[in-house]
């Protein structure tokens, strides 16, 4: 009996640790289980991240590239700046976009640290990297470096180029100062074997002003070459450069892309035929609206001949950011001065004013006084004291006609209505602009006596006795 409990007591306790057991490992099972569901869930979520990052980081990239293109380099820095140096898979292609805008702005030494960052300069880059980085090396005149680097980026470029890499060979050669190399490549009559050799020979001449001895070589063209407008335009400019309007003019006569008006243009304006130089720098400008060579002659024609309309909107379209906005802002209040726009011309003048910290030009200062002086004749509560202010900085400039308005303020409350009235006025006709310049003998004035000094003091000498009645 006892024997039968004790093996019962037995059995009881080895199943119940069975039970507990199995529980334990069916628990561990469980565990196991939502283990490798969160590492897979983990993984995935992961994934899922770094792919829609990477799709934030291209569409930044493609924006960036957009802007470089259009020439809007401070947002395509703000498009690469949002892409992450340290964890992005697109860094590399980042860093070779800003060597590129730090190259365009001229910030060569910039540009050249970005391209050495091992993300760049590597062999997955190598061929999309090295041009820019010979280019920064002519810039900044390191002759060792564009020595070391020329025959490799040569080598992997080549395939890239349909002219053998005549221009990068030509500026190579004139960087390092290889000028028997130059002149063999520039008088090879290999060059000329068709269009575009052509067009790159004569443009790689143009450059390095060695247009005489091209055009002693024209022979070497074919008659086909002259059927290209582009090929022609440039030998008319060559011939333009030696003075030789006729032959410039024979090539281009029958163009009318933006180059050939331009060079019309240039030819009228050497003649003095102002109003011709301006319709074919128009024509220019229709071809293409930022021609640099069509708006830097048209606008101050525009000024000669009184086309003040055309001439404002010839300025929006200035494009050369190389140029101080506030001497392109005063141009322009000129121009609106000119179309009696006397408000939009006071609204720029506010503006300019400010950006030069109210310490303006004198020039500015005269036209300030100028508008607010006819603004102020149809104002009977206009400030007086603003032209008057703008008058005395110009007067203190040493401009006349501002030191006048100065003194005329002295007599006249509202001087600028005084300018308008049609009523008849007194004027000298002695004096007149020429007798101002004449040179004048200084005689001394001659004083007429009314009391004589001596009468006075002898009534300051006597006593005068008053009587009291």
């Known amino acids: 009996m006892k024997l039968t409990c004790a093996l019962l007591f037995l059995s009881l306790f080895v199943g119940i640790g069975k039970s507990h057991a199995d529980d334990e490992e069916l628990l561990k099972e469980i565990t196991l289980e939502s283990e490798d569901y969160s590492l897979e869930a983990s993984y995935e979520t992961k994934i899922t991240q770094d792919s829609n990052q990477r799709r934030i980081d291209l569409f930044n990239l493609q924006k960036a590239k957009f802007k470089i293109i259009s020439g809007d380099l401070t947002t395509a820095a703000f ?3 949002r892409i992450s140096e340290n964890e992005s898979i697109v860094t590399g292609i980042k860093k070779r976009y800003m060597a590129m805008i730090y190259f365009i702005e001229g910030r060569y030494a910039q540009s050249i640290k970005e391209l050495n960052d091992k993300r760049v ?6 061929t999309q990297t090295c041009l820019l980085r010979l280019i920064n090396f002519m810039a900044v005149n390191d002759i060792y470096s564009i020595e070391h680097e020329k025959k490799s980026c040569q080598f992997y470029t080549a395939k890239f180029s349909k002219n053998d890499q005549f221009w990068l060979d030509a500026m190579i050669n004139l960087k390092i100062n290889d000028t028997q190399r130059l002149k063999r490549l520039l008088m090879s009559e290999d060059v000329v074997g068709d269009d575009e050799a052509s067009k790159l020979w004569l443009k790689t001449g143009l450059y390095l002003n060695k247009e005489k001895q091209l055009l002693e070589q024209l022979a070497l063209l074919s008659e086909s070459s002259y059927q290209s407008k582009k090929l022609r335009e440039i030998v008319a400019f060559m011939y333009l450069r030696q003075g030789e309007t006729k032959k410039a003019l024979s090539f281009v ?14 030819v009228n304006l050497a003649n003095k035929e102002y109003e011709l130089a301006f319709g074919h720098f128009r024509l220019a400008l ?12 048209a606008i101050p024609l525009a000024w000669l001949l009184s086309q003040f309309g055309d001439g404002l909107s010839m300025l929006s379209n200035v494009s050369n950011k190389n140029l101080d906005p506030r001497n392109s802002q005063a141009t322009k209040i000129a121009f609106l001065i000119r179309e009696k726009r006397f408000l939009e011309a006071q609204r720029e003048l506010t503006l300019l004013k400010i950006a030069f910290q109210n310490e303006p030009p004198f020039e500015v200062s005269i036209m300030d006084t100028y508008v607010n002086l006819i603004l102020s004749s149809n104002d009977k509560a206009y400030d007086k004291r603003k032209i008057e202010e703008s008058a005395e900085k110009s007067c203190k400039a040493f401009d006349g006609i501002s030191c006048w308005i100065s003194l005329q303020y002295i007599q006249w409350e509202n ?3 005084t300018l308008e009235r049609d009523d008849p006025v007194y004027s000298d006709t002695t004096m007149t602009v020429e007798s101002l310049k004449e040179k004048k003998v200084l005689e001394p004035l001659i004083e007429t006596k009314s009391i004589d000094q001596s009468d006075i003091e002898e009534l300051d000498g006597e006593t005068i006795k008053i009587s009291p009645k």
Do not use: M
């Open 286 to 297: 229709q071809k293409k609206q930022d021609s640099a060579n069509a708006l830097e002659r």
């Open 121 to 126: 300069n590597n062999n997955n880059y190598y």
């Open 79 to 81: 498009y690469l700046n």
């Open 253 to 266: 006569d029958d163009i009318d892309t933006a180059n050939a008006e331009n060079i019309k243009g240039n």
């Open 415 to 417: 001087l600028g209505k």
